[in-house]
C-alpha cells in the first residue's frame, strides 16, 4: 500500500513511494498536500460477515493491515490489543460493556426511525480523540523502538487534542510531550487533566496568551528547520494520516453492531470541526462498507455546512471564529477538508493544489458551477453522501435537556450538536449513528446551564481539581520556549 500526496502533480514526480511507517511521524507531504492511499482498498461482504464477531481490536488489526502493509502483521495484531482494551476504554455507562470499547445505545425507535448513540468517549480523556491518539503512542513506541529513535511532539491546545496526546504519550520511552496551552483559559477539568500529569516525559507549558499566540508559537519554532531538526520535533495534529485510519475502525464497528446482515445500511452524524472524525468515514465508505448519508454537523462555526449546502468553501478569519459551547469544533478552516476534496475532483492533484493555493490567496474556493465559480463538483457531492446541518447555542442547551428528560442520558455540548442535526436527517429504515464525541463531564459549564445539575463523572475524576498540578507558566517568546526545550530534551 503505497501513499499519494493530495498535491502531487504525477505520480512520477512524487517522491519516493511512502509507506505507512514512512508517513506516521510526519505531517504535511512536502509539496504542502496531505497524504491519501494510492487507492482505497476493499472490503467483500464475506469479510464483513467474519468481522461481525470479532472484538474492537481485532476488528482494528483487519482493518489497520489493509493500510500499514509494512507493519508485520503479528506485530500489528499485538499493537491493536494492546490498545484497545476494557482497562483503556473503562468509562463505559452503567448497562454498557466496557468490553464493547464503542457501545451503542439506541435513544429512540420511532416506527422505522431508529437513533442510535456510539460511545467514542470512554478512554482515559472522555473525548473521542483517545480512540485514535491511544494506537498512536503504541505505534510511535514502537516504530521509535525499531530505528532507536527519540521523538519530541511539540503543540498547541486549547484541550482535548492536548490532554489526548499526553494520555497516550505519557511514560512511552523515546517520547516526550511538549504541550502550549493559553494560561488559565481552558476549563478546570480541562487544566486538571493536563496538568496534574507527573510523568518526567510530559511538559505543560501555560503561556500569557490566548490560544492563537501559543499556535503561533508552534508554528515559529516549526518554520527554524534546524532548529526542528536537531531537536527532532513531530506533531501530532488533526491531520496525521495514522489518526484517521485508526478512526475507520469505529465506522466498521458501528455499522456490524447496528445490522444483523450487510444488505442493511446506516448513516453517521459526525459532529464536526476539522473535518478529521467524518473524513474517516467517508474512506469508510470508499471502502465499501454500506453508509448511506454522513451528515456534517457543525455549530456557529459553520465554515464545512456553508460548503455541503451551496459548494462554496469560505474559510474564515480568526477574529470571525466564535468562541462557543462546543470549543472543540470552533475552528476557521477545516484541516482534513482537503482529502475529500481531493477525491471529489477525481484524484486531479493538480486542481487541489490550483484550489487550495486559492484558499490561501483569496480566502476560499467555488464548486457551485454557477457562472464565476471554480467548478462544477457540488454537483457530485450527494453521491458521496455527504449532507450537513448547524447548531446553536440554544440548539445545544435545548438538546441536552431533551436527551436528559426523554432518555435520561447526560450528553456533552458537542455531541449535542449531532443530535440536533441528525433528528433533521432521519430516515425511515436507515438507523442514524450519531458519534458521541466527549462525555458531559468535560464541559459542565454548559450542562448546569441546561439542567440545573452537575454532568456525572465517571469514577476516578471526583477530584481531579484538587490533585497537585505540574506546569509551567511562559511569556509567548519564542527565545525563550527554543531555549526550554533544548535543555529537556538535552539535544
Ligand atoms: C476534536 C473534536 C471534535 C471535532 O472533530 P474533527 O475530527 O476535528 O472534525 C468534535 N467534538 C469533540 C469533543 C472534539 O474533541
Not at 130 to 140: R, Y
Not at 171 to 186: A, D, E, Y
Request: aromatic content about 10%; some cysteine; glycine content about 8%.
Amino acid at each position: 500500500m503505497h501513499y499519494v500526496s493530495t498535491r502531487a502533480a504525477t505520480p512520477a514526480a512524487s517522491q519516493a513511494p511512502q509507506q505507512f511507517s514512512d508517513i506516521l511521524l510526519g505531517g504535511l507531504a512536502p509539496d504542502g498536500g496531505l497524504y491519501l492511499p494510492s487507492e482505497y482498498p476493499q472490503v467483500s461482504g464475506a469479510e464483513l460477515d467474519a468481522w461481525r464477531s470479532l472484538p474492537y481490536a481485532d476488528l482494528a488489526y483487519e482493518i489497520l493491515k489493509k493500510f500499514a502493509t509494512d507493519i508485520p502483521d503479528a506485530d500489528l495484531r499485538a499493537l491493536t490489543r494492546k490498545t484497545y482494551t476494557a482497562e483503556v476504554y473503562r468509562n463505559a455507562r452503567e448497562g454498557e460493556s466496557a468490553k464493547d470499547i464503542t457501545p451503542l445505545r439506541v435513544l429512540e425507535k420511532d416506527g422505522a426511525k431508529t437513533l442510535i448513540l456510539q460511545a467514542l468517549s470512554n478512554g482515559p480523556t472522555l473525548a473521542f480523540k483517545d480512540m485514535a491518539m491511544q494506537l498512536l503512542g503504541n505505534l510511535f513506541e514502537y516504530t521509535l523502538a525499531k530505528h532507536d529513535a527519540e521523538l519530541n511532539i511539540f503543540g498547541a491546545t486549547s484541550g482535548d487534542t492536548g490532554s489526548a496526546a499526553e494520555y497516550a504519550m505519557r511514560g512511552k520511552k523515546g517520547i516526550r510531550v511538549f504541550m502550549l496551552s493559553p494560561h488559565n483559559k481552558m476549563s478546570a477539568f480541562q487544566t486538571a487533566q493536563m496538568f496534574s500529569l507527573q510523568d518526567p516525559n510530559i511538559f505543560n507549558i501555560a503561556v500569557e496568551g490566548v490560544f492563537d499566540d501559543c499556535q503561533d508559537l508552534v508554528k515559529a519554532v516549526s518554520n527554524d528547520l534546524p532548529f526542528k531538526v536537531r531537536q527532532k520535533i513531530g506533531t501530532v495534529n488533526s491531520i496525521n494520516w495514522a489518526r484517521v485510519v485508526a478512526q475507520v475502525v469505529y465506522y466498521f464497528r458501528g455499522y456490524l453492531a447496528a445490522t444483523t446482515d450487510n444488505s442493511q445500511k446506516v448513516s453517521f452524524t459526525v459532529p464536526s470541526g476539522n473535518f478529521g472524525n467524518i473524513c474517516a468515514g467517508h474512506i469508510a465508505r470508499m471502502m465499501g462498507l454500506p453508509i448511506d448519508k454522513l451528515v456534517a454537523a457543525t455549530n456557529e462555526n459553520d465554515v464545512l455546512d456553508e460548503f455541503f449546502r451551496t459548494g462554496v468553501y469560505r474559510v474564515r478569519k480568526s477574529a470571525e471564529t466564535y468562541h462557543t459551547s462546543s470549543p472543540s469544533m470552533d475552528i476557521s478552516k477545516a484541516s482534513n477538508f482537503e482529502r475529500f476534496v481531493y477525491d471529489l475532483v477525481g484524484r486531479d492533484a493538480e486542481r487541489v493544489r490550483a484550489l487550495f493555493h486559492k484558499v490561501e490567496t483569496a480566502g476560499g474556493f467555488d464548486l457551485s458551477g454557477k457562472p464565476g465559480s471554480d467548478g462544477d463538483e457540488f454537483k457530485l457531492v450527494a453521491q458521496y453522501g455527504f449532507r450537513s446541518g448547524r447548531s446553536t447555542h440554544a440548539d445545544r442547551v435545548a438538546t441536552i435537556r431533551d436527551v436528559q428528560d426523554d432518555y435520561d442520558i447526560t450528553i456533552d455540548t458537542h455531541t449535542a450538536d449531532g443530535v440536533k442535526v441528525a433528528r433533521e436527517h432521519m430516515e425511515a429504515g436507515v438507523p442514524m449513528i450519531v458519534l458521541e464525541t466527549a462525555l458531559a463531564a468535560k464541559f459542565n459549564e454548559t450542562i448546569l446551564e441546561a439542567l440545573g445539575t452537575d454532568a456525572p463523572r465517571p469514577a476516578g475524576f471526583e477530584d481531579i481539581e484538587a490533585l497537585p498540578q505540574k506546569y509551567l507558566v511562559m511569556p509567548a517568546d519564542v527565545a525563550q520556549m527554543k531555549a526550554y526545550i533544548a535543555t529537556n530534551t538535552g539535544l
